[in-house]
């Protein structure tokens, strides 16, 4: 139950997609898999150039990173209107970095680590870790969205 409270918590988090429409994370339950990655501006930079490597597949996979700065100084470039099914942009930082902050806390990670929640189709976790994100394994391992896959 606890796991579901957590997952319904985060679908209600606002997100501004490339195109500028604002939405909520539930919204995008079986259009797009939410890649959150949350860290300091050179965590975010390593992981939208990671994604950015892969980044053909991963729109074909319905991937969409959303990245949640830990830093009010991060520097991270908003998503130009080409990253409309790629990238997609927080609002209401602080009401993520909550969200993320208790995760951080449930599975005693430090708050200088980053991290990443990666979500099926669905909406609920699929994968989440510290360190770099295995967005190459989610390129390849990920059904394309246009095949039945979660």
């Not at 991060?74 to 942009?89: H, I, L, N, Y």
């Not at 990670?109 to 189709?121: E, F, P, Q």
């Amino acid at each position: 139950m606890a796991r579901i409270g957590r997952e319904e918590r985060l679908g209600r988090l606002r997100l501004e997609l490339a195109g500028g429409r604002s939405v909520r994370l539930e919204d995008l339950r079986g259009f797009s898999r939410a890649v959150i990655v949350s860290g300091d501006e050179e965590y975010l930079r390593d992981a939208i150039g990671d994604a950015e490597r892969v980044r053909e597949e991963l729109v074909k996979r319905g991937v969409l990173v959303i990245p949640v700065p830990t830093t009010a100084s991060a520097d991270v470039p908003p998503p130009a209107a080409e990253d409309r099914k790629f990238r997609a942009t927080p609002l209401r930082v602080n009401e993520w970095l909550e969200w993320v902050r208790e995760q951080k806390s449930m599975a005693k990670v430090g708050d200088d680590k980053g991290v990443y929640v990666g979500l099926r189709m669905d909406g609920r976790v699929r994968s989440s870790g510290t360190g770099r994100v295995p967005f190459e394994r989610f390129s390849v391992e990920l059904p394309p969205v246009d095949s039945w896959g979660g």
